[in-house]
């Protein structure tokens, strides 16, 4: 392999080349030639909100539901999420639905709370590096989404995903949402290259985060696109019931009808590579 990963990275890293993980959820497989678009809300922020969104997403072909419960937020002073009654309601979503719920841990002290309402448990970018929480989702019975941190290297992503794997959890599934920059045209610089770098010489799937990648609406699908062209597993995208009234990341989630028409737009990207979404 050329790239320069450490050796001392064992089970985040490829031992030979056709090694795969992949990852079952219920009927859904993650690191096979299906493509998983995983969507929802940036927040839980009300029932109604949720399972209009769930309902959005299950409609238009989406395989899981996101949402937040705990929110990693910049200001104390902003919306935290309903904690626990939000993971009720993401429960509740699931009932309806059958989507398979990703949500947010934010603290070691809640992993098993939410591990018992969630089917995935997303470790956010702030928080890639929060050792005690890596070890302890490490332990859990339920893959973990790992962020990639807002200015982490590929190695030290892989370093954090062998916290988990060595923990013994060895469904672990990264996911690029891009990075801080000085251009600030857009909120991240979404990495791209991180896909096929990542397929080469991890075992473990990759899916992409254009809506946190880019921070705007219009910016979503194109890159939603590319990522699947590049080789990504699945995407995660945020989608709002009425994205000019969400109480977080509004500005970078997409309406019920811009999602639906990337759904339909991915089938032909997705077939280009050998593969089905
Ligand atoms: C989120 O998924 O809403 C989120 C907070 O993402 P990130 O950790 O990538 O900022
Ligand atoms: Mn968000």
Redesign the pocket.
Known sequence: MSFKISDKIKLAVKQSPEQVTRINIGDLTIGGNHVIVMAGP?SVENREQLLKAAQVVKDAGGHIL?G?AF??RTLPYSFQGLGEEGLEILAEARDKTGLPVVT?VLAPEDVELVESYADIL?I???NMQNYPLLKKVGKAEKPVLL?RGMAATIEEWLGCAEYILAGGNMNVILCE?GLRSFDKVTRNILDVTAVPVIKQVSPLPVVL?PS?GTGVRSLVSPMAKAGVAAGADGL?L?VHPYPEKAMS?GAQSLPPEMFRRLMSELKPVAEAVGKSV
């Open positions: 940036c996101r937040g929110k990693p947010e997303q956010g970018a702030r962020k949402r985060d946190h995660m945020e990341d």
